[in-house]
């Protein structure tokens, strides 16, 4: 069986060093595993300005890019996109529209919609509501506001996002790959109803599996934070490779 090559797409504002210790995590396995370019962020990104703008549409279709190189070099050679909180949304995305992976893991992944919030959906929808008006002021989204610096267009369809629940891209049948959903308990920035929200909005319930990394389960000096987690990631790869493993089996037992 050959081991699996990792596209991971980037969580928002985080640029692909960050993700060194998951990468690093995955070829203890003997898997592949490559962190995506989040547009604007890292030494090689050329930040968002007013003059350099992009979209949803367009950070998908990095990721498109990303799995046809992957898939020209060796083909036979099965591809993952796992997707962190907004680059969850992002692999979504282009797995509903363009669906060239094998597997799709989200972690921290959210609809986020203002009313799942609870007592801070009102700060949530204020933030939503703001974001056009400040891009259209600068833009862009310039530092410090949330986010920053983000293009104007995709800092726009992401308060969309957050004020209507709608995705900003079609959604069909969705996404039809198996699929591993890990939900970080206690998350403030992907609450359950949110989670519950994308994977309800995204996924086929058929291909659908679901982990809670539960606070119990955080090694010694680790954490299970929306964006720290990635720093001790040893539980979340391990339940990923086992839950490859479970789908390999399930499919060599239907062709038997």
Known sequence: MIAPHVLISPAMAIGSGYYRP??????????????????????????????RDWSFG????DIAAAVDDVRSHEPQRPVIVLGHSLGAQLAAGYQIQ?????????????????RYYGATRWGLLAMALAIPLVTGIWGYMPKPFFGAPGARTLMRQWARFARTGVPPFPVADGVRT?????HLEGDTYAVAPANDGFV??????????????????????GTNHHIAWVRSPGPVVERIVTWWSEQNHQTVAAQA
């Open 22 to 51: 998951l990468v690093a995590a995955f070829e203890e396995y003997g898997w592949l595993a490559t962190a995506l370019p989040r547009r604007g962020f890292g030494s090689e990104q050329q930040a968002a300005s007013k003059s």
């Open 58 to 61: 367009d950070e998908i279709g």
């Open 98 to 114: 363009q669906p060239g992976c094998d597997g799709f893991v989200s972690i921290g992944s959210s609809i986020p919609y203002w």
């Open 178 to 182: 198996p699929t591993l959903d890990i």
């Open 200 to 221: 309800r909005t995204l996924i086929n319930p058929a291909v659908l599996t679901r982990w809670l990394y539960r606070h119990r389960d955080v090694p010694d000096g």
